[in-house]
């Protein structure tokens, strides 16, 4: 390309010299022209590389001239072209340096040439002229050159310009490019969406077409779909203005939700309100009751003193007739007086007479005793008259005081408020013991006793007071003096004598009760000591320095005398004696405590050798308290054999823990521990009411016992009845005054969630963590799912026996599976088919996730499910007293119990609006039957699903319940210093 525009050039600026400036023009144009084809083709990197060539090339042809052609060529343009590019590329290169040469030098006239030889040999032929010319020619072409290559320089920096403008521009198409790419693939995903809701439309047309094939036809045809279309477009518009409204509406009860959430706070509000007012209504309530029993306490006090006060006007009335009698009596003894003063004058007169006469002197002496008589009867008169007129005087002051009393009463019930009894009382009662030790009615010490005790307002003063007020005076001595022996006693020596003791020997409920009632008796003051048979299989670790002592206690059996080895040692703090019997039937080496065939040798012996330890250790004490049939051989043997031996300061105590068990046996059994058969084998004595050649031990501890214990108030009354009290109802009614049912405690120090050490996590009523973590812990440790905290675990700890409803305890297994809960079962039988049915349904779920069966005993497992347990089950047919349920609420687990005996006493159901709220702690049920026992079940998870604030709340209210046993052991110690008083009194009477 550029060898063919050099050749252009030369041909045209050859063709006439003087055509040489339109020529240039042309070329110019050309030039002009040149560079933008380039620059179009520089658009094109590969290419860009032509530009500068052409630059370099384009001078360089310029000294081409007609002239400078090569003579006589004769060769046309086209035929010649290769050679001129030939010499193109050496002549021209070398006219090059010569042109730039003379510009250089700038000299129009001056010739300076440095030419070869040949050249300047040519120049001399040449007309001087044309050199001229061709000088200026040339002068002319490096003008035009040099105006070209300004151009040139111009259109370069336009040409850059132009290419800034350019790289301007492809920087914005690459931009735009690039935004065009993400259009397209923003586009592309466009189409997905569009192809996607294509699809959709394609399915809502099945569907549509499906759903009515008339409709399939008309959706065939394009406006036919399109109307569809558009009339499902209407339908979602309607659907979504529907969802609109209903959002309104939403929106609108929500606000309505949030009013009625102020509103249901204000109601909590009032209602905490009206809880705190009925707190404190009932509260008035009870102090009302209290006013009101206070009140009644006034009123008979009222009526006692009204009756003193119409006592005191007969008395006054009495008296003042005896003092009008006394003035009568007065007057006469004036008279009297007078006459003795008469005599005396006689005397007097006589005594002139005296020696004058024998008779006289003999009247004299009879006059001097006349009138020593008559002194005499003044005196006594005189007495008589003072003390009628003190009696006067002081029943006008007794008179004086009661109607103050009853004033100062008066204002007092006029005022409403509850005073202690006013000073009054006390000291009326102080002069009153006064009164007693001057006249030797009680002695110095016992009046000393009843002074600082009414002193200190001691309650018992005014109680003993308030019994006898309708009691004459020596009967309310008696009582008085009953006070002081207890109160001047330094406690009771109680002695236990059972077969079971927590934790050493424990079986059930019995082993509990021994070693907490010991211990709250022993924590108020009274001596307790245990005696208990030496098993093999006990606690051995719970005895702390447990010693055999250097004594042999022989006891009788079976018509001959057995050593006994006598072993002491403390548990839980209390003093223990253990009787290792050393008899060959090794009566208490059997590996368990109960169960054995000659259970009623083993504890007839024990009973006997217990006693005989009492009497060979010349023990004095005050209470003898047995338990059960195992023990019940005591009373009897306690007053036939030892109390005639000397053992006698004790009263028998007797608590029947479970009237099932009452140990009867053929009565020659009996005889082995030396009971007298034929003084015993009576029906109103020992008899059974079954066979008149049985014996009952538990009916023989009834009639021979001072006082009589059941284990709650329910259960004596239903053991009273024929129903329920197996065969003992007569006794026990017979008996019915010594008769009383007390409730269980439960020993809080061991059943304490805070402390307990079986338990991986301690917790209280206010910390409820710890329980939720126990749960977790016993799942994981029984195989469990632990997969939902919230589903409920249902506990159940017991004997499996038909007492504690064993069908009951199966059905709850399933139905917790039903009701979405979880259950877990510690339990061990003595009846075998029982413990069969159990294996099986402990078999069957041995790997269920919800259910878990552990038939044995074991003590810790225990702790760790009443502390895992939401619920815990106690169906029992009948149930003496029961502990599981408060061991259980102690434990934050609500109980779900039949309503019978102790388990009444104790859980009163949350839905029962016959019940005060503070006293509504778990589910129960009457009929002891499934319908019967899903009733409360059935509410239980209810509640525990539907009100989790609920449960809670619930849960903290039964842990902070009281089930120590401060008011049981307070009751049996009251059962026990009454028994001791009324002894004492009798001993005193006797004595
Ligand atoms: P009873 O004396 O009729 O057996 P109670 O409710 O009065 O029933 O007392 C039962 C006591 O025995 C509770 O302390 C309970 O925890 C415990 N207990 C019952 N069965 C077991 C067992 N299998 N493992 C551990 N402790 C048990």
Redesign the pocket.
Known sequence: MAGKLSTWFVLSSGSSSHGWNDDCKKHYFSLRLFPRSLVSCKMRPQRSSNRPQAKKIFPAQLPQSDNLVPDGSGHSDSENTDDISALSSNSISKDIVAIQRYDDRNSSNKLNLSIGADKVNELSTVNIQDVIGMIRNAEKNIHILNQARIHAIEDLEKILGEKETLQREINSLEMRLAETDARIRVAAQDKIHVELLQDHLEKLQTEMSNRNEIQDIVLRSPDRQTRVLSEELNILRNENMSLKNDLMRLQEELSEVKKTDERVEMLEKERSILESSLKELEYKLTYSQEDDSQLSTLRSEYETLWDKVEHLQGLLDKSTSQADQAILVLQQNQELRKKVERLEESLEDASIYKLSSEKLQQYNDLMQQKIKLLDERLERSDAEIHSYVQLYQDSVKEFQDTLDNLKEESKKKASGKHVDMPWEFWSRLLVMFDAWSLEKKIDGDEAKLLRDMTWKKDTRIHDVYMECKDKNERETITAFRKLTSLSSSPGLHVIHIAAEMAPVA?????G?VLSALSKALQKKGHLVEIILPKYDCMQYESIQDLRVLDIVVESYFDGQLFKNKIWVGTVEGLPVYFIEPLHPAKFFWRGKTYGEPDDLKRFSFFSRAALELLYQAGKKPDIIHCHDWQTAFVAPLYWDIYAPKGLNSARICFTC??FEYQGTAPAAEIASCGLDIHHLNRPDRMQDHSSTDRINPVKGAIVYSNIVTTVSPTYAQEVRTSKGGQGLHATLNAHAKKFVGIL?GIDTDAWNPATDGYLRFQYNANDLDGKAENKKALRRHLGLSIANSRRPLVGC???LVP??GVHLIRHAIYRALELGGQFVL???SPVPSIHREFEEIANKFQTHEHVRLIL????A??HTIYAASDMFI?PSIF??????QM?AMRYGAIPIVRKTGGLNDSVFDVDDDTIPVQLRNGFTFVTPDEQGFNGAYDRAFNHYNSDSEGWQELMRKVMSIDFSWDTSAAQYEELYQQSVAKARAVNRAAG
């Open positions: 424990k079986v059930g409920g019995l509990d823990h479970n269980n700890i017991t004997r007492q504690k510690l339990g061990s044995k005993y074991d003590e497992l225990s106690i149930e003496p007293c029961g502990l599981t061991i």
